[in-house]
């Protein structure tokens, strides 16, 4: 059902469906495949040719000077300095804790098995420029990239049709120690980091947000470089009960809902009396909301208020729904955490609003969205180390073990597979191993036991 003139509608939980489809037509595909097709081949003139296509700025540097950083730095608002310097110290403190060490494991018979845990060479951060500039975007991408070791960090960032950057990325820039800095945006700045031009060094990975061009270059040019994810519009889910204040729960929503007309807001909720108090909060709320056009039409199109008979319901929708953000706004949210199997970050209690975690608490804010909680996670160290298998056997070990390799490596049909076992051992074979070099080889495919007859 639905008010007239209220925003979000009231319906069943098993009505509604999070996952949003972002209309991308072949035209758009094309210009990006274009665009990343002329970097490659013409380097820093394509990338100053779009520059000025799309962002209306000409100028022939593309790297912000390090002085510029500096001064950024200098003149910002000392309240705005010392929120940045909290925030970077929380942010880093908890990805500290997601550091992987090496490790390897000799055994009794000599063989030593373990992983390499090392970090990538080269990053590449997009910071969107578009319909708000986000300081919080470089603190939560380049951090985790500094915890696990990264060597080089280049951040690209769209610019205005001056030349210039939002002075709060370049502060949040300095701030992180980060001077390699370009006025580069849109797919012609991915595209930049993963081919690389006279100016722009090709990077490893290149990982933060941007608009529908960005994620569908990011999409492009992966297996070329490695990419965070192609991240959709942002989303929250809140689960109350009665016990829960219909502003907060109002005010919740609307934070998500003022990203992106194609966020998503919805309360998941056992109370009929609490639905229809959120439904009116809202529109109070938007009354003076300085986003309330984007707030409105996202919360339109994409927002709900779903009804569900019982908590066993509700927290299997939210399980359904596999957002981005859920927060647990019931009288034990903690009972509650343990059933949750899908979400990219959950906020229990009252005094855990989503915008904590935006900025401030130290959990990555660059979370799965549409879905994808299911399968996937947030942003963190882990994503900028690779991991290396090391095998050292022991003499002992290979021939303890060759007879069971050659069985198999000849049962796949990969003759010269057994013979790289056996070559070890030719001196030896048949009196240790008892595996003959000149045994007869399985056909392909042949995964018979012994005893096994045709039929």
């Given at each position: 059902m639905r008010g007239a003139g209220f925003a979000l509608r009231i319906r069943p939980a098993a009505s509604y469906d999070l996952r949003r489809d972002v209309d991308v037509h072949e035209a758009e595909r094309a210009a990006v495949r274009a665009i990343l097709e002329a970097v490659q081949a013409e380097g820093d003139a394509a990338v100053r040719r779009f520059t000025a296509q799309f962002d209306g700025w000409d100028g022939a540097e593309l790297r912000v000077p390090p002085e510029q950083l500096a001064r950024a730095w200098r003149e910002a608002d000392p309240a705005f300095r010392a929120a940045l310097e909290a925030a970077a110290a929380n942010i880093r403190a908890f990805h500290e804790r997601q550091r992987r060490a090496s490790w390897f494991e000799p055994t009794a018979t000599g063989t030593v098995l373990g992983q390499l845990i090392r970090p990538l060479d080269r990053v590449g951060v997009y910071v969107p420029g578009g319909r708000a500039a986000y300081p919080s975007t470089v603190l939560m991408n380049v951090i985790p990239a500094q915890v696990a070791g990264v060597g080089e960090i280049a951040v690209v960032t769209p610019p205005g049709p001056d030349g210039g950057v939002?002075?709060?990325?370049?502060?949040?820039?300095?701030?992180?120690?980060?001077?390699?800095?370009?006025?580069?945006?849109?797919?012609?700045?991915?595209?930049?980091?993963?081919?690389?031009?006279?100016?722009?060094?090709?990077?490893?990975?290149?990982?933060?947000?941007?608009?529908?061009?960005?994620?569908?270059?990011?999409?492009?040019?992966?297996?070329?470089?490695?990419?965070?994810?192609?991240?959709?519009?942002s989303e929250i889910v809140v689960l109350a009960d009665s016990t829960a204040d219909a502003r907060q729960v109002a005010a919740d929503l609307l934070s998500q809902a003022e990203h992106d007309p194609l966020a998503a807001?919805?309360?998941?909720?056992?109370?009929?009396?609490?639905?229809?108090?959120?439904?009116?909060?809202?529109?109070?709320?938007?009354?003076?909301?300085?986003?309330?056009?984007?707030?409105?039409?996202?919360?339109?199109?994409?927002?709900?208020?779903?009804?569900?008979?019982?908590?066993?319901?509700?927290?299997?929708?939210?399980?359904?729904?596999?957002?981005?953000?859920?927060?647990?706004?019931?009288?034990?949210?903690?009972?509650?955490?343990?059933?949750?199997?899908?979400?990219?970050?959950?906020?229990?209690?009252s005094h855990s609003p989503e915008p904590v975690g935006d900025y401030f608490a130290g959990p990555n804010h660059v979370l799965p969205t549409n879905g994808t909680a299911r399968f996937s996670s947030g942003l963190s160290v882990h994503d900028f180390v690779k991991v290396t298998n090391v095998i050292a056997y022991s003499r002992a070990d290979l021939v303890a073990h060759a007879e069971p390799i050659v069985t198999l490596a000849r049962a796949e049909g990969l003759e010269a597979h057994a013979r790289a076992v056996l070559v070890r051992l030719e001196a030896s074979a048949g009196r240790e191993t008892g595996v003959a070099v000149t045994a007869p080889r399985a056909e392909p495919g042949d995964f018979r036991q012994k005893g096994d007859r045709d039929a």
């Open positions: 939002h002075p709060g990325i370049l502060v949040a820039c300095h701030l992180l120690g980060v001077d390699e800095v370009y006025r580069v945006g849109g797919a012609q700045a991915v595209a930049a980091l993963a081919y690389g031009t006279e100016t722009i060094r090709p990077v490893d990975k290149i990982v933060g947000p941007g608009n529908v061009y960005v994620a569908l270059a990011k999409r492009e040019v992966f297996g070329r470089v490695g990419i965070d994810a192609v991240a959709g519009p807001a919805v309360l998941v909720t056992t109370d009929c009396a609490l639905a229809a108090a959120v439904q009116a909060e809202v529109e109070r709320q938007l009354a003076d909301l300085p986003r309330a056009a984007i707030a409105r039409e996202a919360l339109e199109r994409n927002g709900a208020i779903l009804l569900a008979a019982s908590l066993d319901e509700a927290v299997e929708t939210v399980n359904r729904l596999a957002p981005e953000h859920l927060e647990l706004l019931v009288a034990d949210p903690w009972a509650l955490l343990g059933r949750i199997r899908h979400a990219g970050a959950v906020f229990l209690g």
